[in-house]
């Protein structure tokens, strides 16, 4: 695990474009994971400017969101549909079909077989280049929330009352707020061959610190990424604040080989 620290929330958002950036020139299909919520919206913001000043080309790029809410319909304001086309999807070239946010709108029965089809949609695109991952406060990666197997695959989840509490600020009124979310497994995300996960803020320290120096353990589902071949935590110095081997890390990024600086 790289863990990368830079000065504030609009240095995190570059570095992530930048990677992101890199994925999409240097494969002839791009796949990436995407996530919803604060986190990634400067990173977004990034991208669409790289796309605007740049000519950053996203008509090969194919691309699968992390969850949904479960019962919010695509144009509700707070669906992950809906902050996708908004923050991202509106304002580049990416082909509409390409575009894959689970849906909201399945019901019963059909969940588990919707959720296999999901994983199977992403197979066929060649499994993820890059997933963005954002940290919930309690540790969770898409909305595997602490408790989740590590090896689980998409499915319906429960969110936790913290959850449920930090995105009350995405809803205008709180009873709207779903219990239920399609998510994709931390089994899933594993597949993806390179994982950003970035943060910012003191409200997320105790997160990174567990999630990168804490025991793997399904308490931490971010934990998990301990395990990667090639991961990234993007995070600011706030966010940083509770890691003990900040220094160390520091260091290791400002004497990384020439050769490894586009990496
Ligand atoms: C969203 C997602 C979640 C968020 C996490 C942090 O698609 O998968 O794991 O990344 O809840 O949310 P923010 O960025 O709003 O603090």
Partial sequence: MEVIILLGEKDVGYAAAKRIGKV????????LGLATGGSPTG????LVRMHQQEGLDFSRVRTFNLDEYLGL???HPASYCHFMRTNLFDHVNLRPRSAVVPSGMVVGQEIESYCEKYEEEIRQAGGIDLQ???IGSDGHIGFNEPGSSLTSRTRIKNLTKRTREDNARYFS??????HHVITMGIGTIM?????????????????IAAAVEGPITTSCPASILQMHPNAK??????AASLLQRAEYYRWVFDNKPDWQKDR
């Fill in 24 to 31: 999409i020139t240097s494969r002839t299909e791009p796949v």
């Fill in 43 to 46: 990173t977004y913001r990034e």
């Fill in 73 to 75: 319909d695509p144009s």
């Fill in 132 to 134: 963005l991952l954002g």
């Fill in 173 to 178: 009124n709180p009873d709207e707020i779903p």
């Fill in 191 to 207: 597949e993806a061959r390179e994982i950003v996960l970035i943060a910012f803020g003191k409200a997320k320290a105790a997160a």
């Fill in 233 to 238: 935590v993007i995070v600011d110095e706030a």
